[in-house]
């Protein structure tokens, strides 16, 4: 494809000088090498020059274009796995692309823990030469989280509203990067202290009274079954017989 591109791609020039003309054929050779590196056919009148090239070149531009296409994938996919995170496709999809984010996260880890072996192998033994104290020290990379800062605050959301599952402030400071406050705990003792108090009982109710049965209490079937029957007399019952 190269070769192809370098031979046919570009225009050719042509010159032609009388045969028995010596001078006219240095002439044509200085002008050739002086106007540009593209390919120079020189030959005499009584010689015949055809160029046959292939049916299915459609134009330089493209032929150059496509070329470099190709080469930039495959470098691509050499270096990092995958060719969508660097370059639009019109068959690429949002999954797709998700399985080729991955395999680059995949090959950079893979990068990483290369360069680790050399540090703390390789380069432990040089900085220990040179005076550097690296006795109980490692290099290490942070591994970087696949959970993006929203899909974390709505799955603590979750696990405390529906299992009450208490989360310690220090974790949400560090993972969502909030400064702390300075009086932190005057700002959290703070709430405590603003609780509303009690509300008092309606007017008209008695604190150990107890308030009058609403109209759908009055119609469910235990207040009707119990309305049914007369309430006993506190002092016995008047026995006239």
């Known amino acids: 494809w190269a070769q192809f591109s370098e031979v046919f791609g570009m225009p050719i020039r042509e010159y032609v000088y009388e045969t028995d003309d010596d001078q006219a054929r240095q002439k044509a050779i200085e002008d050739a090498e002086n106007t540009g590196s593209l390919a120079v056919l020189i030959h005499s009148k009584e010689s015949t020059l055809n160029l046959l090239e292939s049916g299915n070149k459609t134009g330089s531009a493209e032929l150059y274009e496509r070329l470099c296409e190709r080469c930039n994938s495959e470098i691509s996919k050499l270096m990092l796995g995958n060719t969508l995170t660097t370059e639009a496709s019109d068959k690429g999809t949002q999954a797709l692309g998700t399985v080729h984010k991955k ?15 050399v ?3 390789d380069m432990t033994d040089i900085f220990l030469a040179l005076g550097v104290n690296t006795t109980g020290g490692e290099f ?11 899909e974390k605050a709505a799955i603590l959301s979750d696990l405390h509203t529906t299992f009450k599952l208490p989360v310690s402030d220090d974790y949400l400071y560090e993972t969502f990067g909030v400064e702390k406050p300075k009086n932190y705990k005057e700002l959290k003792e703070l709430p405590h202290q603003q609780q509303e108090p009690p509300q008092p009982p309606p007017p008209g109710v008695k604190e150990d009274e107890e308030p009058e049965p609403t109209q759908k209490e009055k119609k469910s079937f235990l207040n009707r079954l119990r309305s049914f029957f007369v309430r006993a007399p506190r002092n016995g019952a008047a026995l006239n017989w």
């Open 103 to 117: 395999v680059e996260d995949e090959t950079a880890q893979a990068d990483r823990r290369y360069v680790l072996d």
């Open 119 to 121: 540090l703390n192998y």
């Open 140 to 150: 290490c990379f942070p591994e970087p989280d696949s959970m993006s800062l929203t």
